[in-house]
């Protein structure tokens, strides 16, 4: 199956600056997924990136929050915009993985993901 | 549009007691469906899965059966142990491919 590496892992930020969170693949892919799991809660889709392509945000999600940019079929980056307290989450990057869709459901897989703290 | 609906948590039980984590769906058409796992500090793993009604998803112990007439795809292990503590989600992901949409997570604690 693909193996994701997200960075950071976790980090600390101060209200109002800006992370980019990096997600790279050991294997092309065409879909990459950004998902926010705030504490306690599931997970949900920020938006999809394809390559090539201009994001697709999920409602309530927009480009100036979170740009994200998708150069190739194994990178893609996520960044949190002019943070705040609310925005305290793991982010992570889903993969659409071939390897293991033999029954016909392709399986997403993810990283392990981006604590992100902002005081 | 789709949902998915978990019974809520926290779930604690005794080692080797039976489990069952209740899960519904709505959704157009014929989803697969998915069983996640997080455990503590960790990222999220596939569980099981499974494609098409009456299919069972099974691994490590764990079983899921995909019911269409229920919209159900509740989530058993006969025999719990202290290991299988985390949180547990339901999925479902339409049969166009796309997002992967979740339920809202069950946290299950075993005690010894």
């Known amino acids: 199956s693909a193996v994701i590496s997200q960075k950071p892992s976790r980090d600390i930020c101060q209200r109002g600056t800006s992370l980019t969170i990096q997600c790279q693949v050991d294997?092309?892919?065409?879909?990459m997924f950004w998902y926010r799991q705030q504490p306690g809660q599931s997970l949900t889709l920020i938006a999809t990136?394809?390559?090539?392509?201009?994001?697709?945000?999920e409602s309530g999600f927009v480009i100036d929050k979170f740009p994200i940019s998708r150069p190739n079929l194994t990178f893609s980056t996520l960044t949190v915009s002019n943070m705040s307290p609310e925005d305290s989450s793991i982010y992570l990057c889903?993969?659409?993985?071939?390897?293991?869709?033999?029954?016909?459901?392709?399986?997403?897989?993810f990283g392990a993901g981006s604590r992100l703290t902002v005081l | 549009g789709d949902s998915v609906t978990q019974m809520e948590g926290p779930v604690t039980l005794s080692e080797e007691a039976f489990l069952t984590i209740n899960c519904t769906y709505t959704?157009?058409?014929?989803?697969?469906l998915f069983w996640y796992v997080q455990y503590p500090g960790e990222g999220l793993q596939l569980l099981l899965k499974?494609?098409?009604?009456?299919d069972k998803g099974s691994n490590k112990g764990f079983e899921a059966t995909y019911r269409k007439e229920t919209t159900s795809f509740h989530l058993e292990k006969g025999s719990v142990q202290v290991s299988d503590s985390a949180v547990y989600f339901c999925a479902l992901r339409g049969n166009q491919g796309g997002k992967l949409i979740f339920g809202q997570g069950t946290e299950l604690s075993v005690k010894p």
């Open positions: 499974a494609t098409k009604a009456d």
């Open positions: 889903s993969v659409e993985d071939r390897h293991r869709g033999s029954s016909g459901a392709n399986v997403l897989t």
């Open positions: 959704a157009t058409g014929y989803p697969s």
């Open positions: 294997s092309q892919v065409t879909m």
């Open positions: 990136a394809n390559q090539g392509s201009e994001a697709t945000y």
